[in-house]
């Protein structure tokens, strides 16, 4: 067998891993580049494989650096199955056509304003493209074994989000372990990872290799910024990716003001795709934490504004309220107007919870800096711009290590370092062979590694 790394190398986004075995091959995974534009414009690159040999995609989950790239393949000509959990297939169907739709009103937005370099900006795939792309998706339960070409493929549970799996292939006697995100022991709302089998080789993500999770109350440091903001009299924005993070966020919120620990103030799901996901929630009751009724409790004191003139309309709002609106790493979507509006203002905080990949808006402003760009247009920052950790999804590196060492596998396994940044990969590697008999390096965009 042979894995081509085409992605998810070096970066946090953009993970596609090319498995060949005799005449047979599967891509893992199939996400977009996001972050530095030099990755971006990847995506606007003919693919690094032949995508019309390709017997199948293997998808580990739903969130668009693992998936996002699968409409971009369907308008090329990519008609083969894509297989993933049934949640991942539901999550897609929301994910997918949204991004199509957010880059059609960027295209034209940029278009209006005569913004950026292209006379005619376009759209990477459009909402349209990526709902005929979803005619290729395939469920298969975890545990299911699959039958694709010469390879056998299966997936196990991986926390993180609904449907997250990691990915094991076979064959010929060898078993590659594909870990997609892997989420913490310690959850809101996920239960923990199932441990691995014995493999021959692990493609493990680094995401968080470099940091531990802060020991803290994450609801108190929540309750903390919220409470302050009410303190004084501004609006609390929170770039949010859609799916978990969204619904993490409501839970918790609802929670707070159940229990009396922040005033019961106007809460709103600005993200469309963040309110049909929440719904998903409660058709999987069995991969996650919340019970039915608290799936039910967690919308009835948010209010959801589906329409853009729901959306622009919240600007009207005088007294202390919170914003939910993707994307999370700001990057696009509705919160990107909502912050031209209220950067300027002292009053505002914008409240980061979640990692913020390197070239993105949301890591220019946790940098610091006086203005910050948006559609062209450099806005004044005046708001308080905190990170909340704690609320991330992936598992640091102290939870890999324990992940790893509950597992089955055999001293002197090979794991090579995947989605994350060359720092954070590089101290994971360093933390793993200190504390692991593991051979582990850090993989390198389009590195061969034969077995």
């Known amino acids: 067998m042979n894995i081509i790394f085409l992605g998810g190398t070096q970066t946090v986004t953009g993970s596609r891993f090319l498995v060949e075995h005799q005449d047979t091959r599967l891509l893992v995974d199939c996400g977009l580049f996001q972050g530095y534009k030099w990755l971006r414009e990847r995506n606007w690159q003919p693919p690094a494989f032949d995508f019309h040999k390709l017997d199948g995609i293997l ?17 090329l000509g990519y008609r083969g199955p894509v297989y993933c959990h049934p949640a991942t297939v539901d999550l897609c169907s929301i994910l997918l056509p949204d991004a199509g739709r957010i880059q059609e009103e960027d295209a034209r937005f940029y278009a209006r304003h005569k913004l950026g370099k292209h006379a005619h900006p376009r759209p990477l795939y459009d909402g349209e493209t990526a709902e005929r792309s979803l005619e290729l998706f395939e469920p298969i339960d975890f545990g299911q074994s699959l039958r694709v070409g010469g390879l056998s493929a299966s997936l196990q549970h991986a926390g993180h989000i609904l449907g997250a799996a990691s990915g094991i292939v076979e064959a010929d006697g060898h078993r590659i372990g594909f870990s997609g995100d892997v989420g913490r022991p310690d959850d809101v709302l996920m239960y923990p990872p199932d441990p691995l089998p014995a493999l021959d080789l692990l493609l493990l ?8 999770h802060p020991e803290l ?10 409470n302050e903001v009410v303190g004084r009299g501004g609006v609390l924005v929170i770039p949010s990716f859609a799916v978990g993070r969204a619904q993490t966020l409501q839970h918790m919120l609802v929670r707070a003001m159940d229990a009396g620990d922040i005033p019961r103030l106007p809460v709103f799901l600005d993200s469309p795709m963040a309110i049909d996901a929440s719904g998903i929630y ?6 996650h934490r919340l019970s039915e009724a608290e799936c039910r409790r967690m919308s009835q004191d948010v209010t959801y504004t589906r329409e853009i003139e ?9 007294y202390p309220h919170i914003i939910i609106a993707g994307s999370g790493m700001a990057s696009g979507g509705r919160v990107l107007h909502h ?12 409240l980061f919870v979640g990692y913020q990949a390197g070239g993105t808006r949301g890591a220019r402003m946790l940098a610091g800096g006086s203005s910050v760009k948006i559609h062209g247009e450099y806005i004044p920052c005046r708001a308080r711009v ?7 999804a992936h598992a640091d590196y102290r939870d890999l290590e324990r992940w790893l060492q509950a597992s089955s596998l055999r001293a002197g396994t090979v794991i090579q370092l995947v989605h994350g940044e060359p720092d954070a990969a590089d101290c994971l590697r360093l933390y793993l062979q200190d504390h692991t008999r593991f051979k582990v390096s850090v993989a390198q965009y389009r590195q061969i590694v034969r077995l």
């Not at 993500?205 to 531990?212: A, H, K, L, P, V």
């Not at 109350?217 to 919220?226: F, P």
């Open 59 to 75: 998808l580990t989950h739903a969130h668009l650096d693992h998936s996002g790239y699968i409409p971009r393949l369907y308008h």
């Open 205 to 212: 993500e680094s995401t968080y290799g470099d940091r531990r």
């Open 217 to 226: 109350d994450v609801q108190e440091e929540l309750n903390r910024v919220v």
């Open 282 to 287: 409660s058709r999987y009751p069995e991969l």
């Open 310 to 318: 729901e959306s622009k309309a919240l600007e009207n709002i005088q």
């Open 339 to 350: 912050l031209k509006r209220l950067l300027p203002n002292h009053r505002t905080t914008v």
């Open 386 to 392: 905190e990170m909340l950790d704690g609320l991330s």
